[in-house]
């Protein structure tokens, strides 16, 4: 499979759900792929990138950001606290707020900095423990308090568990969204972001159906 196809397969969904042309954004999620595929990407075109820790992005998008104009990279995996300054000095968004103590810590280091990337919430929609994210009855609170803070929150992002339907989660997902007056739905992946995209997603993460299978570092 090719970003070309990838980009035809979005199309077709957003037509197929009643929506505008360009209204989801497709993250190539580049972590653990060596730069020379990332830099095939980027040659093709494409400029929104997603990696999962802070380390390997900032070994990895300085270089390229010198080299292509208008990249866009989101940070997607779970943030600790004593990375969130370099978390924010390098991505446009983040996708992992997910408790209070990282949601006060980007707060202050937002008014230190003067600016902050955008903000996406996760949820943990199956509830599991072994999951980041605030549960689904406690999100309303959680957004209620980042906002407080003056935080940029964007929308709200879930990773649904591997085991159950995934429209459910993309469903709770939009509903918690919409009651909240969000916009952004962080959701859906290679296997189902056409289902995610029917159910209002913004933006979906796909990463080795674009990059090919990943190389353990």
Partial sequence: MTLRDIT???AKAEKNAGREAGAVSLIAVSKVQPNERVKAVLDEGHRIFGENKVQEAAGKWPDFRTQYEGIELHLIGPLQTNKARQAMELADSIHTLDRPKLANT?????????SCPDLFIQVNTGEEDQKAGVLP??????ITE????????RGLMCIPPVDEEASLHFALLAKIAARNGLQG????????????IALGATHIRVGSAIFGDRVPT
């Avoid at 009855?137 to 959680?142: C, L």
């Avoid at 980042?146 to 929150?153: I, M, T, W």
């Avoid at 959701?187 to 972001?193: N, P, T, V």
């Fill in 185 to 196: 739905l962080s959701m859906g992946m290679s296997s189902d972001f056409e289902k995610a």
């Fill in 146 to 153: 980042s906002r407080a803070l003056d935080l940029p929150v």
């Fill in 8 to 10: 035809d397969r979005i």
């Fill in 137 to 142: 009855s406690e999100a309303d609170a959680f």
């Fill in 106 to 114: 980007i707060a202050r280091l937002a008014q230190e900095i003067g």
